[in-house]
């Protein structure tokens, strides 16, 4: 059973451009959530998508936006990159069993 | 709002000792807490899963206890090895689908 997995697994970017990042989650799993993780700190809440909406939106500018398909994957586009948006990128998907999140390995992103 | 706290920041262990990793959180009402270990670069690895309604949880070597009421969790892991290098980081959950907060983590070195 494939768990979360997400691409590509790293990426360079200019300042000015935009990305795409990519989320599979586990197997039945229909909640993906988003995390951005700086270097040296712990993740960051970017926000939630359940049944194809974004059900709850951390502290993140609109530049930040994703998408759900019916097969439950996911995208998080990255608009205007900054350099201060070089960080890891997390995707988790929710466990209905005991609440818990299994986590992808991340996409590494460089702006530059 | 949730703040949580690692302390140490950096543990470093001769290999078979004992390690107490410690986790604060300033809002008592959550839903469960779990602790997560991250190799360098890498994604996050489940390790423990507590309910809010649960003191503790046990696996293998791993033991990690809950205070709701203190706000406090400690993860120990028993006769340390090598192996168990990386970076743990504890998060918890108010919402039971709800974002996680982290804390900043723990690196840990186990010299041979």
């Known amino acids: 059973d494939a768990g979360v997995t997400q691409s590509p697994t790293h990426l360079i970017k200019t300042r000015g451009q935009q990305v795409t990042l990519r989320c599979s989650p586990k197997?039945?799993?229909?909640?993906v959530s988003w995390y951005q993780q700086a270097l040296g700190q712990g993740p960051q809440f970017i926000f939630q998508?359940?049944?194809?909406?974004?059900?709850q939106r951390g502290n993140f500018p609109d530049r930040f936006s994703g998408h759900q398909f019916p097969n439950y994957s996911s995208e998080l586009n990255v608009n205007a990159l900054l350099l201060g948006d070089s960080a890891l990128y997390l995707c988790?998907?929710?466990?209905?069993?005991?609440?818990?999140?299994?986590f992808g390995s991340g996409t590494r992103l460089t702006v530059v | 709002k949730q703040e949580v706290t690692q302390i140490p920041a950096a543990l470093s262990v001769p290999e078979g000792e004992n390690l107490v990793l410690n986790c604060s959180f300033t809002?008592?009402?959550?839903?469960?807490l779990q602790w997560f270990r991250q190799d360098p670069g890498k994604g996050l690895t489940s390790l423990l899963l507590i309910q809010s309604s649960q003191r503790e949880q046990t696996s293998g070597r791993l033991n990690a206890s809950l205070d709701k009421s203190s706000g406090r969790s400690t993860l120990y892991i028993a006769a340390s090895q090598p192996g168990d290098s990386a970076t743990y980081l504890c998060a918890v959950s108010s919402l039971s689908w709800g974002k996680f907060q982290f804390g900043a983590g723990t690196q840990v070195v186990v010299t041979p």
């Open positions: 809002d008592s009402a959550i839903y469960n």
């Open positions: 988790a998907s929710f466990e209905q069993s005991n609440y818990g999140y299994t």
């Open positions: 197997s039945g799993h229909d909640t």
């Open positions: 998508y359940y049944e194809e909406e974004e059900r």
